[in-house]
């Protein structure tokens, strides 16, 4: 097959597009949670996982003949979350130009709820909210998430408990009140 002005060759570059096509959409969902409702640094950390993803993806017998990596779509959510939990390691994270999270366009009713919610995520650490949005939005293996986080199993049981406790304190009785509606 002809190479393409630095892509590899045609099938990978297809096989790639036609990938970040179907995974986009759910990494950014993913993102969103991570960032407290931030879709501007959400669409960040998914373009900087999809050309990670583009820059493995054209290494020869990475993902054709010896297929190093299985599940390119677990893969790419380990990018993501570890490109989450470096950003915000950077001095630039701390910036925020506006003081609270906006109105979320959402189904009607849940608006409150949703908002309570994506401001509670975003008081607690960045690996807090990472545990977390894994474990209980993405659903993924106490093992998974330790393998993703590049952290023991035990510290993601250990991070797990304590951030729901925190999270639990942050909402209060306003979860209960805004879930009863």
């Known amino acids: ?41 959400a669409e960040d950390l998914v373009q900087e996982t999809l050309s990670r993803m583009y820059t493995v993806w054209r290494r020869p017998g990475r993902f054709f003949g010896g297929r190093a ?20 390691r950077r001095r630039s994270a701390g910036e925020r130009p506006i003081a609270e999270v906006p109105d979320l366009p959402g189904p009607e009713g849940d608006g409150a709820l949703r908002v309570a919610l994506l401001t509670a ?13 894994l474990r209980y939005w993405e659903d993924v293996s106490v093992e998974e998430s330790a393998e993703i ?33």
Do not use: K
């Open 69 to 88: 990596i299985e599940n390119p779509a677990g893969y790419a959510q380990g990018v993501l979350y570890r490109q989450f939990v470096s950003h915000h």
């Open 1 to 41: 097959m002809a190479s393409t002005a630095g892509r590899g060759t045609d099938a990978e570059y297809t096989d790639y597009t036609e990938f970040a096509a179907a995974r986009s959409g759910h990494l950014f969902r993913s993102a969103c949670l991570l960032t407290g409702g931030d879709t501007h640094l």
């Open 121 to 133: 995520l975003a008081a607690l650490t960045p690996r807090d909210r990472a545990v977390l949005v």
């Open 149 to 181: 986080l590049r952290c023991s199993a035990g510290a993601v049981r250990t991070r797990s408990a304590r951030a729901l406790a925190r999270l639990r304190a942050l909402l209060g009785d306003s979860l209960q009140d805004l879930s009863v509606r």
